[in-house]
């Protein structure tokens, strides 16, 4: 059986194992968010042999450095593992506000020690102590002063259970800025663009419907948001408002109750149509599967998945 070995502690695991699981199971703190590749949240330093199922999810660089995506390999020898160490590695940053959106959706603001450059969309590891989580930001680099996440707190968790008791002036930890497979591009100006959310998957959203409307986009923006009910629409308001300011943007909110009869009457205005959908696995799902029946090429749609901690 091949040997993981992670600084002083070392232990077997079956061939074939999933590394990310191999090295959580062991209680090795490893981020994970899609589990898809696409976050890279489980981020991790490989010497060894490990068989990598997406070895094109990052550059030849930091290929070359031994960087491996924890969630998308397999041991298959013995490995030396390096993880990422907060006190060492990460980017000190305060709490600037805390603040309840809704029953169940906290919205942390945070001011990194120094400047961060990065796009609306992106993915952020947030380090409580020894407790991580990848959030998506939805804050946008132009306008705001802050980083701001939205965390879905109905459910507990050590991450989430942590934040609902953070005040403004205490101190977390950030990771490396990930990709996300969220953004908007500038290309896109003239097309229509679609926006489609459930929960929190609103938030990352979020900064990039407001980055769409500060490049002055001229096609049509439709924003769906899914939620439970009607409560759980977090960001009507402030949604509301852009939409009364910005004749091309409608924004619909709908419930579970209503998903199966509004995902039925969901039709293309055109087939340059670009979607961008995140949220719960099984929203995103529902979201594409009618997409696509209604015309939408595979291409022209971009997911990003919240899995839930198991």
Not at 184 to 205: F, I, V
Not at 240 to 252: C, D, F, G, I, Q
Request: proline fraction near 6%; aromatic fraction near 6%.
């Amino acid at each position: 059986m091949p040997e993981m070995h992670v600084g002083e502690r070392h232990w077997s695991v079956s061939t074939g194992s999933n590394l990310l699981d191999a090295l959580n199971q062991a209680g090795v703190a490893v981020p994970y968010s899609c589990r898809a590749g696409s976050c890279h949240a489980c981020l991790v330093r490989c010497q060894g042999e490990v068989e990598d199922k997406q070895p094109d999810a990052l550059s030849p660089a930091q290929r070359q450095d031994g960087w491996r995506l924890a969630c998308q390999c397999q041991v298959i020898a013995d490995v030396q593992v390096e993880t990422f160490d907060p006190t060492r590695d990460g980017l000190p940053a305060k709490v600037v506000s805390t603040d309840w959106l809704s029953v169940n959706v906290l919205r942390l603001r945070v001011e990194p020690e120094r400047g961060l450059r990065y796009r609306a969309g992106q993915h952020l590891v947030l380090w409580a102590g020894t407790v991580a989580r990848p959030y998506s930001l939805a804050s946008l680099p132009q306008e705001d002063p802050f980083l701001e996440f939205h965390l879905d707190c109905r459910h507990p968790g050590e991450f989430s259970d942590i934040a609902r008791q953070l005040q403004a002036g205490d101190h977390l930890r950030l990771g490396e800025l990930r990709g996300g497979a969220l953004q908007y591009d500038p290309d896109w100006q003239s097309r229509p663009l679609w926006l489609l959310a459930s929960g929190t998957g609103l938030g990352p959203l979020w900064g990039v419907l407001r980055e769409a409307l500060r490049q002055d986009h001229q096609g049509a923006i439709r924003v769906i948001h899914l939620a439970h009910d009607a409560g759980g629409h977090y960001l009507a308001q402030p949604l509301a408002a852009l939409a009364a300011s910005h004749p091309n943007l409608t924004v619909e909110l709908w419930t579970a109750a209503e998903l199966t009869q509004a995902l039925a009457q969901l039709r293309l205005v055109s087939r340059q149509t670009l979607a961008l959908l995140c949220g719960h696995p099984v929203s995103v799902e529902a979201f594409s599967k009618r997409l696509f029946l209604a015309g939408l090429p595979r291409n022209q749609l971009l997911a990003d998945v919240f899995l839930p901690r198991g």
